[in-house]
């Protein structure tokens, strides 16, 4: 066990409400990019010539942009949450190491240490 029970349940609550804000995020993206997918259908016939044409596709692209954000996240999120049920949360998934406290307070969906960080990216 690389942490105290006391820690890995506050990284769990964390983690929680982390998922629940990203959710929260995607349930919002997703409703915005029905009303641009509804607002671009309705317009279909004249939209070469439509002023909203460049605006929506903006609009389009970045909540695509958005969703995909939320979703790496949601992502990140889960398996650091199926680390702690697995009892491999703060340990790198790289060298074997144990993760610093101080890094996974800054980053809790870290899986690498600082080392391994700094040779990835
Ligand atoms: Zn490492």
Request: charged share 30%.
């Amino acid at each position: 066990m690389t942490m105290t029970p006391a820690q890995l349940e506050r990284f769990t609550a964390r983690l929680q409400a982390e998922r629940a804000d990203a959710l929260a995020r995607m349930a919002g993206s997703d409703s915005a990019m029905s009303e641009v997918r509804a607002a671009k259908a309705g317009g279909v016939a004249d939209d070469e010539h439509d002023p909203e044409g460049p605006t929506m596709t903006q609009e389009w692209s970045q909540r695509t942009a958005v969703l995909a954000d939320v979703t790496a996240e949601l992502h990140d999120i889960d398996r650091a949450l199926a680390r702690i049920a697995e009892g491999t949360y703060g340990v790198c998934t790289r060298c074997g190491k144990r993760i610093t406290v101080a890094r996974l307070d800054a980053r809790p969906t870290a899986e690498l240490c600082i080392d391994c960080a700094r040779l990835v990216r």
